[in-house]
């Protein structure tokens, strides 16, 4: 519970129109400066004004990556109900907000955009640019090692690109399917798994941050150098963690911080790399619990990229049995 003289200050950071407009946003999810300022019109001195206003008052929180920062809703502390109380109070059809979820929607399908061509760009040689940036053998093994002596029915590669990792772990499922938003990946992948003589795999063309019911759910899903090409991580692991089977895991392998932004203005990155407390926080919101995180330096270049990779296991029985 908040004292009377925080909450006064929250309801007053809240009550303005561009703030309650960017508190709406940010209940869909994580946010960079840049995008919330495209959204609303606004220049970015007086949107990022707003968002210290709202930060200050504990009803926002910012985490910075290099040149950019990123805002979400507070997840936790004594106003962590107010935003979405006050959010949920808002007029579905209010002209401003009807406005501002096209505009999101139109700044979405731009970074897609983006990402898509980048990828159409670089699909045939996408395995050596990996390797330029990552200790990808010791990566692999890791990998290998994070599910030897437990085979699964089905795994799902979410963001497959040339289907390495349905290659690799090809011994240990019975059925896999990739997918991928680029034509020129899949193209790459089918034409891999077929070379390799993989049948039990198969690639599709498809949306990762929006599934298609349909491939029905994994009892292991990966997500191979996938999340830092989204603003919000967690909001499409939540997404994800719906096409997980009960008692399921999801392997995610992924950048450590990092502060290279090269990679971002020339390689389609949105996050500079993930923390272990971000996905931390991420599983636990998504009903998942890190089982196992592992890191690997690029020990050829000290001021390279580190590697992790994460375990995250359904925490969703054992949540249910507590409550019981």
């Known amino acids: 519970m908040a004292d009377a003289e925080r909450l006064v200050g929250a309801l007053r950071a809240a009550g303005e129109t561009t703030r309650l407009r960017l508190l709406s946003l940010l209940a869909d999810g994580e946010h960079s400066v840049k995008d919330l300022t495209e959204i609303l019109g606004q220049s970015q001195p007086r949107v990022s004004r707003h968002l210290k206003l709202l930060a200050d008052a504990g009803l926002v929180v910012r985490h910075a990556e290099g040149a950019w920062a990123y805002y979400r809703l507070a997840d936790r502390g004594p106003l962590a109900d107010l935003a979405p109380l006050l959010i949920a109070r808002l007029d579905e059809d209010d002209p401003d907000r009807l406005r501002d979820r096209a505009r999101l929607e139109a700044v979405r399908q731009s970074q897609q955009a983006q990402a898509g061509a980048y990828f159409a760009k670089v699909a045939g040689d996408w395995d050596m640019l990996r390797a330029l940036h990552v200790p990808e053998s010791a990566v692999e093994a890791a990998v290998l090692d994070?599910?030897?002596?437990?085979?699964?029915?089905?795994?799902?590669?979410?963001?497959?690109?040339?289907?390495?990792?349905?290659?690799?772990?090809?011994?240990?499922?019975?059925?896999?399917?990739?997918?991928?938003?680029?034509?020129?990946?899949?193209?790459?992948?089918?034409?891999?798994?077929?070379?390799?003589?993989?049948?039990?795999?198969?690639?599709?063309?498809?949306?990762?941050?929006?599934?298609?019911?349909?491939?029905?759910?994994?009892?292991?899903?990966?997500?191979?150098?996938?999340?830092?090409?989204?603003?919000?991580?967690?909001?499409?692991?939540?997404?994800?963690?719906?096409?997980?089977?009960?008692?399921?895991?999801?392997?995610?392998?992924?950048?450590?911080?990092?502060?290279?932004?090269?990679?971002?203005?020339?390689?389609?990155?949105?996050?500079?790399?993930?923390?272990?407390?971000?996905?931390?926080?991420?599983?636990?919101?998504?009903?998942?619990?890190?089982?196992?995180?592992?890191?690997?330096?690029?020990?050829?270049?000290?001021?390279?990229?580190?590697?992790?990779?994460?375990?995250?296991?359904?925490?969703?029985?054992?949540?249910?049995?507590?409550?019981?």
């Not at 020339?266 to 971000?278: C, D, F, T, V, Y």
């Not at 020990?299 to 990779?309: H, I, K, N, Q």
Request: glycine content about 10%.
């Open 146 to 324: 994070c599910v030897a002596d437990r085979p699964v029915e089905s795994l799902f590669d979410l963001g497959t690109g040339t289907g390495r990792m349905l290659e690799l772990l090809a011994p240990s499922y019975r059925h896999g399917v990739g997918i991928d938003s680029s034509r020129e990946m899949i193209a790459v992948a089918r034409a891999k798994l077929s070379a390799a003589g993989i049948g039990h795999a198969q690639v599709r063309l498809g949306d990762i941050a929006d599934l298609d019911p349909g491939i029905g759910r994994a009892d292991r899903i990966m997500l191979h150098q996938v999340l830092h090409y989204f603003d919000d991580p967690g909001r499409l692991l939540a997404q994800v963690r719906r096409a997980l089977r009960g008692g399921g895991e999801i392997l995610i392998v992924d950048f450590a911080p990092h502060a290279l932004e090269f990679l971002r203005t020339s390689h389609a990155h949105r996050r500079l790399g993930l923390s272990g407390e971000q996905m931390a926080g991420w599983a636990d919101a998504a009903g998942l619990s890190v089982a196992e995180h592992r890191a690997f330096p690029n020990t050829a270049d000290p001021e390279g990229l580190t590697v992790c990779l994460w375990r995250l296991t359904d925490t969703s029985d054992t949540q249910r049995s507590r409550s019981q």
